[in-house]
């Protein structure tokens, strides 16, 4: 299986200032057809996972443009450029490139 | 909107088989195909399969084969999840989620997760 490995696990942020989470894979996620199946998501506190950014930077309907995600084969990060309050939760990065579908092992933001 | 309603929470005992259902709604059901991921208590998700509402195929994770059997009824757009021979560390939350794979990609939405309790 490939392994989704997430740093930092928790990060404590002050509000207005960025953030950064590195998601690196055990193997490509680069498919053939030339797009990279790497997703975030975030899972607010009590609540289901929501969908954050699909293909490495690609931000999802609805997800502010502070959120930014980079990256290429197996290493990734997503970035918040000014943090606020409604971003606590767990960050989780995913690849469906390669079955079984494997999760990072989130990553806790709370504010300062 | 484009939703999915899960079935409640439920306690089942070592060795039972639990069976959550997935209700669709605001798509196409036969469209889309429908994941599972589990998370349990405190801890990271887990994906466990997914299915084609369309031909009934499905693929499971290989520390699932056997015991999970992923199903649809079409005339009511629900999808189930049925996981037999349950163990203590099957407690859970089950999540359904659709994958789109068009322009935009991912799973989307999440349904609000079924608590699976495995308890004696």
């Known amino acids: 299986d490939v392994v989704m490995t997430q740093t930092p696990l928790s990060l404590s942020v002050t509000p207005g200032q960025p953030a950064s989470i590195s998601c690196k894979s055990s193997q490509s996620l680069l498919h053939s057809d030339g797009k990279t199946y790497l997703y975030w998501f975030l899972q607010k506190p009590g609540r289901s996972p929501q969908l954050l950014m699909y293909?490495?930077?690609n931000r999802f309907s609805g997800v502010p443009h502070r959120f930014s995600g980079s990256g290429s084969e197996t290493d990734f990060t997503l970035r918040i450029s000014r943090v606020e309050a409604e971003d606590v939760g767990v960050y989780y990065c995913?690849?469906?490139?390669?079955?079984?579908?494997?999760f990072g092992q989130g990553t806790t933001v709370e504010i300062k | 909107q484009v939703q999915l309603v899960q079935s409640g929470a439920e306690v089942k005992k070592p060795g039972a088989s639990v069976k959550v259902s997935c209700k669709a709604s605001?798509?196409?059901?036969?469209?889309?195909?429908i994941h599972w991921v589990r998370q349990a208590p405190g801890q990271g998700l887990e994906w466990m399969g997914w299915?084609?509402?369309?031909?009934?195929?499905?693929n499971s994770a290989q520390k699932f084969q056997g015991r999970v059997t992923m199903t649809r009824d079409t005339s009511i757009n629900t999808a189930y999840l049925e996981l037999s021979t349950l163990k203590s560390d099957d407690t859970a939350v089950y999540y359904c989620?659709?994958?789109?794979?068009?322009?935009?990609?991912?799973?989307?939405?999440w349904g609000q997760g079924s608590l699976i309790t495995v308890s004696s």
């Open positions: 293909e490495v930077s």
């Open positions: 995913m690849q469906t490139i390669h079955l079984p579908g494997t």
């Open positions: 605001g798509y196409t059901f036969t469209g889309y195909y």
């Open positions: 989620t659709r994958e789109i794979f068009a322009v935009v990609t991912g799973l989307d939405p």
């Open positions: 299915m084609d509402p369309k031909s009934g195929d499905s």
